[in-house]
Nanobody, 123 residues
Framework: VQLQASGGGLVQAGDSLRLSCTTS????????LGWFRQGPGKEREFVAA????????NYADSVKGRFTISRDNAKNTVYLQMNSLKPDDTAVYYC?????????????????WGQGTQVTVSS
């Protein structure tokens, strides 16, 4: 089971970043995919999720209208387009494979996790 996240970096408030996470075909072909994040001194929190066909998405209130999750099943990759970034978005971002095919938001609904990619937003 492998999940490889990339695309993090240091940006200024208002900038954009796109995160990518490539999964092994065996783990993600019929599963929902999600992104979580953990900021300094904070618990890991849900960011966004997408169902296995891509037609269903789910977002945390804090990122609605700014972040967009998408997936390319042919490439076994899930993306997180992050626009209008804020300093509060600073966190390590983790991709994860859900236990089901839906766009779940609970940590316990996910079975496999990537190693995380750091996003730092300066003011």
């Amino acid at each position: 089971v492998q999940l490889q996240a990339s695309g993090g970096g240091l940006v200024q408030a208002g900038d954009s970043l796109r995160l990518s996470c490539t999964t092994s075909r065996r783990t993600s072909s019929n599963n929902g995919l999600g992104w979580f994040r953990q900021g300094p001194g904070k618990e890991r929190e849900f960011v966004a999720a997408i169902g296995w066909r891509g037609g269903i998405t789910n977002y945390a209130d804090s990122v609605k209208g700014r972040f967009t999750i998408s997936r390319d099943n042919a490439k076994n990759t899930v993306y997180l387009q992050m626009n209008s970034l804020k300093p509060d978005d600073t966190a390590v971002y983790y991709c994860a494979v859900a236990r089901s095919s839906g766009a779940a938001s609970r940590h316990e609904d996910y079975q496999y996790w990537g190693q995380g990619t750091q996003v730092t937003v300066s003011s």
